[in-house]
């Protein structure tokens, strides 16, 4: 077994704000942490240098069979980096591609996978890539779709919503935790105290307490007002947003919440996404 933690989700669905709880829980802050700095705890899988300390060429020239050469040992190095646990973002499907696992199981300790309403997930997604929403959840149902590579990041492979989270969550596995989106805004006491159970680490009130208000979306807003957050595509005009759930409700016309239904209504079921009267 490895000391890889990875934090799973397709984006949009709260990775960021939970390393923001993780790392304000485990260092046991008494302020505010600063989010330009999370990386000090925290990586990603799809980080560029990951890739290019082993083979020096631009990420932008990397091929889907060198990237998948390349993977299971930028995934070695970062277990590397730290005698701990290593907190690792990924936007990645669990699926192979160029017959190489997108995460390798060697040197994986355990997962923590969010799932958000697709519904939700299409407008923050538009926001963060300035796109129209119809667009959007077009791109949430094209299967194996891919991010595209820029000099900082390989590309990601999030697939579809619908296959990504069956992906993560069809499984079970004891050393498996899954959240919802949902959950972290009404029930935060809960669910991020079931989180903190899952990875083991001393249970605390009063520490919970403060994690969960120090990295709230309020406090990120405003760190992120007074600061920037390197996170921030140049189309958005902030990266953390509302923090909340159901803002489809007003903002979807029900054409467009059939599409979304029609596609992913299988995982929507599981997860109690699908509205009454859809």
């Known amino acids: ?23 304000t829980y485990m260092t046991d802050a008494q302020e505010p942490v600063d989010i330009n700095k999370m990386s000090a705890l925290t990586t990603g899988d799809s980080i560029a240098r990951w890739f290019t300390e082993i083979d020096p060429r631009p990420a932008t020239e990397f091929s889907q069979a060198d990237l998948a050469r390349l993977r299971p040992q930028a995934h070695a190095r970062i277990a590397e980096c730290t005698a701990d646990s ?24 355990g997962v923590i996978y969010l799932v958000r309403n697709p519904l939700d ?3 923050s997604y538009a926001d963060h890539l300035g796109q129209k929403v119809d667009d959007v959840i077009a791109l949430l149902a094209e299967h194996g779709f891919e991010s595209p ?7 990601e492979h999030h697939s579809d919503w619908s296959s990504h989270v069956a992906s993560w969550t069809e499984v079970t596995h004891p050393a498996l935790h899954i959240a919802r989106y949902e959950d972290m805004v009404s029930e935060p006491l809960a669910t991020f105290g079931a989180i903190v159970g899952f990875l083991g680490l001393p249970p605390d009130q009063d520490r919970l307490s403060r994690a969960i208000e120090f990295s709230s979306f309020k406090v990120l807003r405003d760190l992120e007002d007074q600061t920037g957050f390197v996170e921030r595509t140049p189309v958005q005009k902030n990266f ?13 016309s029900a054409a467009q919440v059939r599409r979304v239904i029609e596609v992913h209504r299988e995982q929507m079921e599981r997860f109690d996404y699908v509205p009454k009267g859809y």
């Open 240 to 252: 953390f947003r509302a923090g909340k759930s159901g803002g489809w409700r007003k903002q979807l």
């Open 149 to 155: 590579a820029t000099d900082k990041n390989v590309p």
């Open 1 to 23: 077994m490895g000391n890889i933690l990875w934090l799973a989700s397709y984006p949009k669905s709260g990775n960021t704000w939970l390393r923001a709880f993780l790392v």
């Open 121 to 123: 997930v299409v407008l």
């Open 86 to 109: 290593a907190l690792v973002k990924t936007h990645n499907a669990l699926v192979q591609v160029a017959g190489v696992p997108m995460i390798t199981r060697a040197v994986t300790a």
